[in-house]
């Protein structure tokens, strides 16, 4: 049965449960997932019944997906018919917020952030189905973790089937070429991260004869500075959400929050950083940056694949080179050298069920089962890696080696997003550096990771304003760092944020956070 757990007190537990689940952890107790878990008949399911219809409306990233091969063989594991509407991943939220305001909601609809405004009034509303008496029913999904569960919980309801990611994730990704030229040790540290910054931006790394390389390139989503809590929690403060004195506070309300504006304003009057860093898309790093030596210095999520162009190019040049002699990545720590790395919370929002379009209970089990068969271990990695044989070869057991990168692009990648449990995946290791990379985001210590306490909390007030709310304070920094606006000025921000609903959503995390301990 999936049980609630005190996410504060049992932040270890969810170290161990998620290393154990990859077998790259040792020193930590028994882990709550199983060896996988099986394609299993649910009192729900029954092979001999009509294939069960679900609508769904899916973002992709970079393409379209084809429906040959992987569509198919999803049918046939979940004895489904899917009925997939794609669209961009960019525009996602906008999507989705138009979805919930019409009357035309698929049969499960992927809610991309779990404290949105509209999904939690939605649910409180009973938009849409309560799955909590649902969760020991279907044997896969006891292939959840806990702490996962409870954290995608609303008020100790279960509304959704949470898409399980990764916690160890944003990374200080570069060109390892450029920095065995310069001499220069991995930028694991914020003063290492600046040296590195400066002698790229001052440098001819590229060889064009010119001084137009960006040292850092930052990149932003939703009109934020992405991955910008890696470098506030590598200068000691808290991941988005701490406790201060006893009460819940947001990161910006913290010396170190200042001291890392003060660290890129620097950079910025230094031309380190790009004067157009506040209009560059995290999407855009790569493409139009990174593949075209523009840049060699980068936050992110991971490095460039092996179908990477510039990859390709410098292959084509000495067909010796690996990835790794191009790029690396190395993970940031903390004022005492020790890591210091800011956890994700864990999922990337979930599946919900309107009641609108799964009109009864008998219907509700039907797509229930369907996804108890893609939670399991098949399912699971037929969503993420493919199929043997086509996609993938196999080594070492749970690693494996792509076929053809630009294939599986066309014919995998988006169908990831009804992933629920990548920890039941093969991990993907195309050469040595991705086996290193698949290793380094599944081994850690609990101190590694900085949690978001906010995470499994709830405040009325800033979901229902969030919007505004993180408005005041982005536009704050991005004129901060560009030196339109002082240190003072910043402050009055902060004060116009508290009274614009901020003191509330404090109040509100903090006896949230002070029930949650008890």
């Not at 997939?84 to 919930?100: C, H, R």
């Not at 702490?147 to 160890?168: D, F």
């Amino acid at each position: 049965m999936v049980r609630k757990m005190n996410v504060f007190t049992k932040i270890t537990a969810l170290v161990c449960t998620i290393a154990l689940a990859t077998g790259l952890l040792a020193g930590c107790g028994k882990g709550t997932q199983n060896s996988g878990g099986t394609v299993s008949t649910t009192p729900a399911a029954n092979e001999t019944k009509k294939p069960v219809e679900v609508k769904l409306i899916l973002p992709y990233s970079d393409e379209v997906p084809s429906d040959a091969p992987l569509l198919p063989e999803l049918n046939k594991l979940a004895n489904a018919d899917f009925k997939i509407e794609w669209t961009p991943m960019i525009s996602y939220n906008d999507k989705f917020n138009v979805l919930m305001a019409s009357n035309q909601l698929p049969d499960a609809l992927v809610v991309p952030d779990l404290k949105l405004s509209v999904y939690v009034n939605g649910a409180r509303a009973g938009m849409f189905w309560d799955l909590t008496s649902y969760m020991d029913k279907y044997p896969n999904f006891k292939n959840f973790n806990p702490i996962v569960i409870t954290n995608s919980s609303l008020e100790g309801k279960q509304y959704v089937l949470p898409r399980e990611r990764i916690l160890k994730r944003k990374l200080v990704a570069y060109r390892a070429d450029w920095a065995k030229k310069a001499g220069l040790k991995a930028p694991d540290t914020i003063e290492n991260l600046y040296a590195m910054a400066k002698a790229f931006g001052t440098g001819d790394f590229d060889g064009n004869g010119k001084n137009d390389t960006i040292g850092l390139l930052l990149g932003t989503v939703n009109n934020e500075i992405d991955c910008f809590d890696a470098l506030v929690t590598a200068f000691g403060g808290p991941n988005k959400w701490g406790v201060k004195d006893g009460k819940v506070v947001p990161n910006f309300m913290t010396k170190e929050y200042m001291d890392t504006m003060k660290w890129l304003k620097r950079m910025f009057d230094e031309k380190l950083i790009s004067s157009d860093f506040a209009i560059t898309k995290t999407t855009q790093q790569i493409t139009d940056f990174v593949d075209k030596e523009k840049s060699g210095l980068w936050l992110n999520y991971g490095i460039p694949g092996t179908a990477d162009p510039l990859l390709k190019q410098k292959q084509q040049a000495d067909a010796n080179v690996k990835r790794g002699d191009i790029f690396e990545y190395t993970y940031l720590k903390g004022p005492d050298g020790k890591p210091r790395i800011p956890a994700e919370d864990g999922m990337s929002g979930g599946f919900a069920f309107p009641k609108q379009t799964v009109k009864d209970e008998a219907r509700l089990k039907d797509i229930l089962s369907v996804f108890d068969k893609l939670q399991s271990q098949e399912g699971q990695r037929l969503l993420n890696n493919g199929i043997e044989g086509k996609h993938f070869t196999i080594f070492q057991d749970k690693f494996i080696k792509s076929i053809d990168a630009n294939v599986n692009k066309k014919e995998i990648a988006s169908y990831g997003q009804m992933g629920m449990s990548g920890n039941l995946t093969y991990m993907t290791a195309d050469d040595d550096i991705g086996m290193r990379l698949q290793k380094d985001r599944n081994t850690f210590a609990a101190t590694d990771l900085i949690p978001n306490v906010s995470t499994p909390l709830m405040s009325d007030s800033y979901t229902s304003n969030k919007a505004n709310l993180d408005k005041i304070i982005n536009e704050a920094q991005f004129k901060f760092i560009m030196g339109q606006m002082s240190e003072d000025q910043f402050n009055q921000a902060i004060e116009q944020w508290k009274k614009s609903g901020g003191d509330k959503a404090i109040e509100e995390y903090t006896a949230a956070y002070a029930k949650a301990k008890k």
